[in-house]
């Protein structure tokens, strides 16, 4: 049976990155209170598995960058994630934040009422990956008005397209390579998200003649913004919300939901 799984909302405008993550530590829920804080309604976040199957809130394939630990996701189960620190080296006023799991944080985007973009990090397990979040969506009596899943992997989007005919997907690019309207049309995708150094006219106009949005990441220069909005792109990525929201070009309707 196919797990029953949120239905398409209205489209973002701002979406922040890893949460407001120039302003707090990347994917976690601080970094989600505070885009929340300054009026974000729209999410993006990476998800991975550590080893047992438990999917959580992380870029990397290791714990290195972002936290008081090294090594691999991998070798970790739930069990280990307490004494994790995934906020001290951002600064010591996040001394103490978890990494936190998926579960966690949908129980926190449906309180505040928010959308989210769940960027699939499967680190060589794309079937796996995909299965755990589309379950655990699907399994859920409460779930985000509208979740979009995009990755990199396009192998994990296949298998979220087959567990989950209706659930928005995008096709992460750095840039627009040969053949990727077909990829889109196959995988049923509704967007494509692409390095904002790398989009102009040209590619927004492709992107909506193939019927997708075309949304940018990551935004965080004015000037950079203005240019994309005469770009007609859908949507941008930035890790400070806060700059974009106040802006008619962008936040007019960033507050849907």
């Excluded at 972002?66 to 006023?93: E, K, Q, V």
């Excluded at 589309?134 to 979740?147: E, Y």
């Excluded at 802006?247 to 507050?255: E, I, K, L």
Aim: with cysteine; charged share 20%; hydrophobic share 45%.
């Amino acid at each position: 049976m196919k797990p029953t799984l949120p239905a398409p909302d209205h489209p973002p405008r701002v979406v922040a990155h890893r949460g407001a993550s120039g302003t707090a530590p990347e994917n976690t829920l601080a970094a989600f209170r505070a885009a929340a804080a300054v009026g974000t309604r729209w999410l993006e976040f990476d998800v991975t598995l550590l080893g047992d199957g438990t999917p959580v809130i992380h870029h990397d394939a290791t714990l290195d960058r972002t936290t008081n630990r090294t090594g691999p996701l991998s070798a970790l189960s739930a069990a280990d994630l307490s004494g994790i620190d995934a906020g001290s080296h951002f600064d010591a006023r996040f001394a103490g934040e978890p990494l936190p799991t998926l579960e966690d944080t949908l129980d926190f985007i449906c309180a505040e009422k928010l959308q989210a973009n769940i960027e699939l990090k499967p680190h060589g397990a794309p079937g796996n990956t995909a299965r755990a979040v589309v379950g655990l969506l699907g399994a859920r009596p409460r779930a985000p008005a509208h979740v979009t899943i995009s990755s990199f992997d396009h192998d994990a989007l296949a298998v979220v397209r087959r567990l989950a005919p209706a659930l928005p997907i995008a096709l992460l690019y750095k840039t627009l390579p040969p053949g990727w309207q077909e990829k889109a049309a196959s995988l049923g995708a509704e967007a494509v998200h692409l390095a904002a150094s790398n989009t102009d006219a040209a590619a927004v106009e492709a992107a909506h003649a193939a019927g997708l949005a075309l949304r940018c990441y990551t935004v965080n220069d004015p000037a950079e913004a203005a240019r994309l909005g005469a770009c007609k792109v859908d949507a941008i990525f930035t890790d400070y919300p806060e700059r974009f929201l106040a802006d008619p070009a962008w936040g007019s309707s960033a507050a849907m939901g």
